[in-house]
Nanobody
């Protein structure tokens, strides 16, 4: 099982980025998938999640209305579209897979993790 996150970079405030999380060794449609982030000096925090059944989505209050999580089953990839980015969105972003449908917001319930991709929002 592998998760490969990509798409991070430097963007100005108000800009957009799309992160990708390509999965191998398992099918993303059969797992709950999530995005988390960790800013310098802070703990890792929940950003967004999408359930395997029905595709229900969940977001942290800090990103609601700006970020969108989605899944492309044909490409076995999960995305995080980030719009209206703010400096406080600066962090390393991680994608994760939960095999057993635990709490979508708890990183302890996710079984597999990607390597992280850095997003820097700065002018």
């Amino acid at each position: 099982v592998q998760l490969q996150a990509s798409g991070g970079g430097l963007v100005q405030p108000g800009g957009s980025l799309r992160l990708s999380c390509a999965a191998s060794g398992f099918t993303v449609s059969m797992y709950d998938m999530g995005w988390f982030r960790q800013a310098p000096g802070k703990e890792r925090e929940f950003v967004a999640a999408i359930r395997r059944s029905g595709g229900l989505t969940y977001y942290a209050d800090s990103v609601k209305g700006r970020f969108t999580i989605s899944r492309d089953n044909a490409k076995n990839t999960v995305y995080l579209q980030m719009n209206s980015l703010k400096p406080e969105d600066t962090a390393v972003y991680y994608c994760a897979a939960d095999e057993y449908s635990g709490s979508y917001y708890s990183d302890r319930d996710y079984d597999y993790w990607g390597q992280g991709t850095l997003v820097t929002v700065s002018s």
